[in-house]
Each structure stands twice: as structure tokens, then as C-alpha cells.
């Protein structure tokens, strides 16, 4: 292999699988003498990458984390996969207002992943872009509810503190707005429902809490560490559920209509549906109001009836009262 900008690429390429290569490995996987090898290792390493050699019994060359980010090297299928996250990571991010798509040489967003997937774009070669442009085209991604930006170094702070087991600081704001200060044990970041939710350990109230990360501000590692808990559910993400679920009201309905009617018309993103034996479905949701279920019940077109709660019968008996009087008599003349 006589082009050294092509040994490099190889030899590069070679020590970002993370395996730890004997001299006479990668002498032998390059086709090169062992002086050539150790010259492309130090041009390597003038370039910032950090190769560290061991010498002796078991000796080896290994490429660590150094202290800035040096080039990556990537094949065509990771190029493309990198490239197909950072697109659907931009384009569900809460500041990006619905868009799905955009054009090849622009990032939908201008945060973290939107500026990563602009570089990217900028180096690919031609035939790997027609093929991030075929994903694109094909691939849709519906934004989540939110609307508030999360920074980068809210997601950071929290997880290195989750890592080293530190408590953290910072000021939130309830569903009302009011504000309070924290100081929270970290856990888990979970994605639920387009939404982005911290799970940790309240230190003032001594007992489980999920915090919306879009009201998280000012977050602060403190010296502080702390003995893992056992989580209070099987994963973070099931406790975060099961708290999201606890916090609404709690409907049962059965429609007249097979479940995959329905599903198609509700989404039935905020519950459950269940098939019965006769070609019902009985549909369990947890929602904010009353008043949102039902418009969302009435738009599906088909028949329904409400099993419970007492206090979901009623808005509707009520509702079917002012419907009822909303409606004018037929003029008999």
C-alpha cells in the first residue's frame, strides 16, 4: 500500500473499531513493514489522534478518548446511519415548529444536531447523499407537543451527574408557573410522549419525582454524592409513564366498531385500545379534561358509550342536555 494519505485512511480506519491491534497485526492488515507503521502512528498522532502503544508482554496499539474531538472516519453505511439520526433529530426537535424536511444542504434547526448534520452534509460524498436523500424523502417525523427548546447542556449536566452519582441543583417551574429550587438525586432522562422527563430522588420531599426538562433551568452539579436507590419500577421509563398516567383522568369507552377502525381514526396516543369478542373495542385513555375526550370521541364518527368514571357520564349527560337545547324545533308550518 504505497499512498500514504490511503494507508493513513486504513490504519485509521482500523483503530476506531476499538480493538486493541499488535504491531504485527496491523502490519500484516496493512501490507506494510513494522518502520512504515510506526511513521503512519505518528502522523496520526501529530494529526490529534491519541494512540497510545503498549510495550512488553500483551503490547498493542489502542486509539483513546483524547481531549478534542478529532477527524472522524466512517464508513458509507455509518456515514448514512449518522446521517439519518441527525435528521430525525432535528426535525422532532420542539423548536422546529413541524417541519419534516428539508433541502440536502440545509439543517432544519439551528441547535446541536441541525449544525453536526450541516457538516456532515457538507463532506459527503455524492453517491451517499442520493442515498440520505431517498431516506429523507420516504421518512416523516412528527414533532412532539412541546414547544420549549431543551439545551444541549441541560442533557449534559444531568447525565454526567446520573453517571457519577452527584446530586444536582436547579430552579423548575410547576404546571402553574410558580417556581421552586431542587435538589434531586438523577436517574434517568426519559423521552415519553414527545416530551423529555428527568426521573430522580426529591432530597426535600424524600420520595420519587418526574420533572419536565423544558421547565428545568440553571442546573448545577453540586460536591454532593449519593448511594443508588433501586428504581421504583422495572425501568425509568415505566415509572414515567405510570406517573404521567396517576396525574390525569382515567376514561374507559367501548365503540361500536372493530380496533382497527378506530385506531386509525384516534392514534390513541393517550391510551389503549383493547379488541372484544364482538367485533367491539373497548378504548382506556388518560387525558388532561373531559371536555378534550370527548371532541376527540365525537370526531371519530362511530357510536360509542361511556363506561366510566361517574364523573365522565355525567359531563356527557349534561353535555347532551345543552346540545339538546341547542338545537331548534322543526317550524311545523
Known sequence: MGDPSQRMLTLLSLLQTGQQWT?????????????TLRRDLDRLRRLGYPIVARTGPGGHYRLEA????????????????????LRTAAAVAPTNGGL?????????????????????QRILPVRLRATVAAVRDVTEAVPPA???????????????????QRRILFSYRDRDGAPTTREIEPYRQVLNRGRWYLLGWDVQRQDWRTFR????????????????????ADTG???????????????????GAPVEVIGARLGARDGLLEPLEDGRCRYTAWVDSFEWLTAVVIIAGVDFVVDE???????????????????????PG
Open 23 to 35: 504491531g504485527p497485526e496491523l502490519a500484516a492488515r496493512m501490507d506494510v513493514p513494522p518502520r
Open 66 to 85: 483524547g481531549a478534542a474531538m478529532p477527524p472522524l472516519l466512517l464508513t458509507d453505511d455509518e456515514a448514512v446511519a449518522v446521517a439519518v439520526s
Open 100 to 120: 419534516t424536511h428539508a433541502p440536502d444542504d440545509e439543517a432544519p434547526i439551528d441547535d446541536a444536531a441541525g449544525r453536526a448534520l450541516r457538516k456532515l
Open 146 to 164: 412541546a414547544s420549549a427548546t431543551i439545551p444541549v447542556e441541560v442533557f449534559g449536566v444531568v447525565g454526567r451527574a446520573a453517571r457519577s
Open 213 to 232: 426538562l423544558d421547565r428545568v433551568a440553571d442546573v448545577t452539579l453540586t460536591p454532593h454524592h449519593f448511594t443508588p436507590r433501586e428504581l421504583p
Open 237 to 255: 421509563a415505566a415509572y414515567v409513564e405510570m406517573s404521567w398516567r396517576e396525574a390525569r383522568y382515567r376514561a374507559v369507552i367501548t365503540f
Open 309 to 331: 368514571p361517574p364523573e365522565f357520564i355525567e359531563y356527557c349527560r349534561g353535555l347532551r342536555a345543552r346540545l339538546s337545547g341547542a338545537i331548534p324545533e322543526s317550524d
